[in-house]
């Protein structure tokens, strides 16, 4: 338990869906951040929020949505995605932004596009 | 940005200690050495990390060449519980916004034979 909770753990979409991705973290921590991991792929990073606001969009197409509302909780709306975007998407929390700080992650979610 | 480079696997025996080498070359003055560890169907875990100086903690030991462009990640005794893909990362700051870049590897696969 790393104190990082994501819902849900597993999730089935067609192309034409509206869904949301929440992740919740009970550890007081400032930044937020949204990773992508396909099969034999490194980790990618998607999007970073600092007190809730997005200082990071790393390309991401605009079908990915996120939303930070507090600093506790982050979202990632999707929607009419492709079926390559089947992954384990993963959120994780720092203390702070700055490289000195630990990552600690949620067990992620299992998405599947149909 | 700077990249690491990992062995695509490495296998030990119980008991016995593991290291495992990240490349980084390109690695700038502010990059600080990161490594995370996923064990299957989880969220990667922090480990350890370090700027300059070697660093010790309960988990592993942290072993930076003088020159930064290599590290080793030292686990003393390997036990059934250490099989995981171990990542190395460097985590930086950036000037547009500060601790957010971050580089991933593609990991080394750790097998332990009991």
């Known amino acids: 338990e790393t104190g990082v909770t994501q819902t849900p753990r597993h999730l089935v979409m067609g192309m034409t869906n509206k869904k949301s991705l929440k992740c919740e973290q009970h550890l007081g921590h400032n930044a937020m951040y949204w990773y992508k991991q396909s099969a034999k792929k490194p980790l990618e990073l998607m999007f970073v929020y600092s007190l809730e606001e997005r200082v990071e969009n790393n390309s991401v197409p605009s079908r990915f949505s996120p939303e930070c509302p507090n600093s506790s909780h982050l979202f990632l709306h999707l929607h009419t995605l492709q079926p390559e975007d089947s992954a384990l998407y993963l959120c994780?929390?720092?203390?702070?932004?700055?490289?000195?700080?630990?990552?600690?992650f949620g067990p992620g979610t299992r998405l599947t596009v149909t | 940005d700077a990249k690491t480079t990992q062995p695509n696997s490495m296998e030990s025996n119980e008991e016995e200690p593991v290291h495992l080498p990240c490349n980084h070359s390109?690695?700038?003055?502010?990059?600080?050495i990161h490594w995370y560890r996923q064990l299957p169907s989880q969220g990667p875990e922090y480990v350890i990390h370090g700027l300059t100086s070697n660093v010790n903690n309960r988990m592993a030991s942290l072993a930076i060449a003088e020159d930064r462009k290599s590290s080793t990640l030292i686990l003393h005794r390997a036990t059934l519980r250490d099989a995981a893909v171990y990542y190395c990362i460097l985590r930086g700051f950036d000037e547009k916004a500060a601790g957010n870049k971050l580089t991933f590897g593609g990991g080394t696969r750790v097998l332990v034979k009991p």
């Open positions: 994780a929390s720092s203390r702070e932004l700055a490289p000195t700080y630990e990552q600690y």
């Open positions: 390109t690695i700038s003055g502010t990059d600080y």
